[in-house]
């Protein structure tokens, strides 16, 4: 009878498991996770207003429910238990752990108050153990960083009301948080223009229909975009963002989301709080300066080492060959392929480990 640990149970760890208990007979799955709950970024990640896209959390638990399977919580691999002691037990290890850590953007001021990754900010507003303590201070400013679908997120999450959360699924303590806040502009920013940002068009509408803010892009921002040379999803993403360039609209006591493109983030600034973002024009070198009471960085995420697991420290994943780590030793999820790609890729990927992982255990 094969005996497999994973670790971790996010969306990568919980769809390997569903199809090795599917298809091998007699398999015996142990799933290891350092929080005292399952399911990773599928409730620690993704927002707390949109429970639809949580409701993947239904299908993961009926693999955990599977007899084949067996869920090991608050054991943090690399300190409950070492990675060398996983191997002498298990005919394969596969690792699942994600990529938790915020990078850093790497400019002086970074660690001024009031400067948050989006990893911690994230798993504040969603009641995460690790983000007991933030209670972030976020004044009347925000400004983002980053050009995906996290940085909406976390504007749609600061700019709705307390009516429009109604349905969000927020501890007590966030809801008051998210309600009194004083919140008067958020700025996104991104390094390139509008062609580049990875923004999906269903998150970018919602920001534009929201009760209480209104979303401004500058209309120069557009200058040489040929959007006929575009694929159709990303011509729809430049009509929504060229929609917010219609600055006739009135805004009147509404939040104001500033979209800042080609805006490349050179330094921090303040005394112990942030107090300034300083950045210089991507194209024309020009320099700039916002003020704002706290930042969020929305650049990406790293995997943490394990002791003894090989790192790509260039990568800031596990160092694998199409998922191997060393014999007997895999990956996947974000800890396997870096920070990218929606729950259901996860699904793909770990149907293609599962074939061969079944190959090799049923030679
Ligand atoms: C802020 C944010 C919002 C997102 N929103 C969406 C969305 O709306 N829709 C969508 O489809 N996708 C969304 N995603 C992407 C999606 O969450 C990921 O594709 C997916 O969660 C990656 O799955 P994973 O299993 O690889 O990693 P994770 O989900 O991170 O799971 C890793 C698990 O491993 C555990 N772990 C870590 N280290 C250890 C260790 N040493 N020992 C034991 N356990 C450990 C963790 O606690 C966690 O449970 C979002 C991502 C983020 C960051």
């Known amino acids: 009878m094969p005996s497999i640990a994973i670790i971790g149970s996010g969306p990568s760890g919980c769809f390997l498991?569903?199809?090795?208990?599917?298809?091998?007979?007699?398999?015996?799955?142990?799933?290891?996770e350092r929080l005292p709950h399952p399911f990773g970024l599928a409730v620690s990640g993704v927002a707390p207003d949109h429970p639809h896209t949580r409701k993947v959390t239904d299908q993961l638990q009926r693999t955990l429910d599977r007899e084949e399977v067996n869920l090991i919580c608050n054991t943090q691999v690399g300190s409950h238990i070492s990675y060398e002691t996983l191997k002498s037990r298990y005919d394969r290890v596969i690792f699942a752990v994600g990529a938790e850590q915020d990078r850093q953007l790497g400019i002086s001021g970074e660690n001024l108050s009031n400067v948050y990754g989006s990893g911690a900010f994230t798993r504040w507003y969603n009641s995460h153990p690790d983000a007991q303590g933030l209670?972030?201070?976020?004044?009347?400013?925000?400004?983002?960083?980053?050009?995906?679908n996290v940085a909406l997120d976390i504007a749609r999450m600061l700019a709705k009301t307390a009516e429009e959360h109604q349905q969000s699924d927020l501890t007590?303590?966030?809801?008051?948080?998210?309600a009194n806040h004083s919140i008067e502009e958020i700025h996104i920013f991104g390094r390139r223009g509008p062609t580049d940002a990875s923004f999906?068009?269903?998150e970018l509408t919602e920001l534009g229909n929201l009760a209480n803010a209104r979303v401004r892009v500058s209309p120069d921002a557009f200058a040489?975009?040929?959007?006929?040379?575009?694929?159709?999803?990303?011509?729809?993403?430049?009509?929504?963002?060229?929609?917010?360039a219609d600055l006739s609209i009135a805004t009147s006591n509404k939040i104001q989301i500033q979209f800042h493109f080609f805006a490349t983030p050179e330094s921090i600034s303040g005394k112990d709080n942030i107090e300034h973002l300083h950045i210089k024009d991507t194209r024309s070198g020009q320099a700039d300066s916002v003020q704002l009471d706290s930042l969020i960085t929305a650049i990406g995420y790293q995997t943490p080492k394990i002791e003894g697991v090989p790192y790509d420290d260039l990568k800031k994943r596990f160092a694998h060959t199409d998922s191997l780590i060393e014999p007997g030793v895999y990956?996947?999820?974000?800890?396997?392929?870096g920070p990218q790609g929606v729950i259901p890729t996860n699904r793909s990927e770990a149907m293609s480990l599962a074939r061969k992982?079944?190959?090799?255990?049923?030679?």
């Open 224 to 244: 040489g975009i040929d959007t006929n040379q575009l694929p159709i999803s990303q011509q729809k993403v430049i009509q929504q963002l060229q929609s917010f």
């Open 17 to 32: 498991a569903e199809i090795l208990a599917l298809k091998l007979p007699e398999v015996s799955i142990d799933i290891y």
């Open 135 to 148: 209670n972030p201070s976020l004044g009347k400013k925000v400004g983002i960083i980053g050009n995906g």
């Open 357 to 363: 992982l079944i190959k090799e255990l049923e030679a």
């Open 200 to 202: 999906t068009l269903p």
């Open 172 to 178: 007590p303590q966030v809801r008051e948080a998210l």
């Open 331 to 337: 990956c996947v999820g974000w800890c396997q392929r």
